[in-house]
């Protein structure tokens, strides 16, 4: 059983009293504090918890002098409150989205959510680490931290490999089982890419059962489609954290989708441009005017802006199909 430190769960009882004074507006420093480390939310809300029992006992009508103390709310079998971070205003989830935003849902769940263009790295309890990239949300129910449900985005999942104890990453309905400790996952509307650095994942283990060992990677176009093996250089995988995506004859709608979630800006393949094929290496590092100029002529095709989002064309005509 994980104990909190007592310096910190006595941190988390102060803060739980100074915001429930009307005049507190210091959210950026409570934001700071619950980023400061992964036991630091869970101390906050065990003194939530704390304080919203007492206000619940408070609340009961007085006791004659000789009623038993079981008249009283037991805080270990009083159903847990439902909480959603963030206040009038939205002054919390303002304050968070600067450092790491979270939000809990209605099950309980911690959402985690990094703008187009980000970086982050979420460190887990048992040591593990996820770093995610740009325009990527991932939610973790702290009743199970050993599952990762990934919505969209692309995650790299450095994990402690535990055989007792298997980490699960679910991707648009689809089950990754780890059986090693490094893979990298990028899930779009159906779309799912999986590469393994070390160790080996195992997609949809209750049906396809295909396990991916170091150096494997799986791609699935669709949800409904037959996913395909390929495989990938397991120094070049979560490759994009330095700014750098390595390819072996991907297509490039994959790419157009990798390269708008590194850039900030949606990439839109037209003219049959998804289907080029494309093997080598893209420097995402610079303004996105900079990295388009670079990667045009290396992708064969042509990038024009449209509005707020790009349209990548191809340079030579329409290609063969």
Not at 131 to 136: Q, V, Y
Not at 171 to 200: I, Q
Not at 206 to 214: D, F, Q, V
């Amino acid at each position: 059983m994980t104990t909190t430190n007592p310096d910190t769960a006595e941190a988390a009882r102060l803060w739980v009293i100074r915001v429930q004074d009307s005049s507190f507006d210091d959210w950026d420093s409570l934001a700071d504090w619950l980023a400061g480390g992964p036991d630091r939310l869970a101390a906050y809300e065990a003194a939530l918890d704390d304080d919203s029992w007492a206000a619940e006992l408070f609340r009961y009508q007085p006791v004659e002098t000789d009623a038993r103390p079981s008249a009283l709310p037991d805080p270990h079998t009083q159903p847990r409150p439902r909480r959603r971070w963030y206040a009038t205003g939205g002054a919390i989830a303002a304050a968070l989205v600067a450092a790491v935003t979270f939000t809990m849902l209605r099950d309980d769940s911690m959402q985690i959510v990094t703008a187009p263009g980000e970086h982050r790295t979420v460190p887990l309890a048992d040591g593990s680490q996820v770093i995610l990239n740009g325009g990527t949300e991932i939610a973790i129910d702290p009743d199970a931290p050993r599952e990762i449900r990934l919505a969209r985005g692309e995650a790299l999942f450095q994990i402690r490999h535990d055989e007792r104890n298997p980490f699960v990453v679910i991707a648009d309905r689809t089950r990754l089982v780890d059986a090693g400790t490094v893979f990298n996952v990028a899930s779009e509307d159906g779309a799912l890419d999986v590469a393994v650095a070390e160790g080996a994942v195992i997609y949809e283990p209750e049906h396809e059962g295909i396990t991916l060992a170091a150096g494997d990677a799986l791609s699935r176009a669709t949800a409904g489609a037959r996913p395909t093996l390929h495989k990938a250089s397991p120094q070049a995988v979560g490759s994009w954290k330095s700014g750098r995506l390595q390819y072996s004859d991907a297509h490039l709608d994959r790419i157009a989708r990798d390269l708008g979630r590194n850039l900030g800006r949606k990439i839109h393949p037209a003219g049959g441009a998804g289907h080029i094929r494309f093997t080598g290496t893209l420097d995402v590092n610079g303004t996105a005017d900079e990295v388009l100029a670079r990667a045009g002529p290396l992708l064969g095709v042509n990038f024009v802006a449209d509005g707020d989002s790009w349209r990548m064309t191809p340079a030579h005509g329409a290609p063969p199909y």
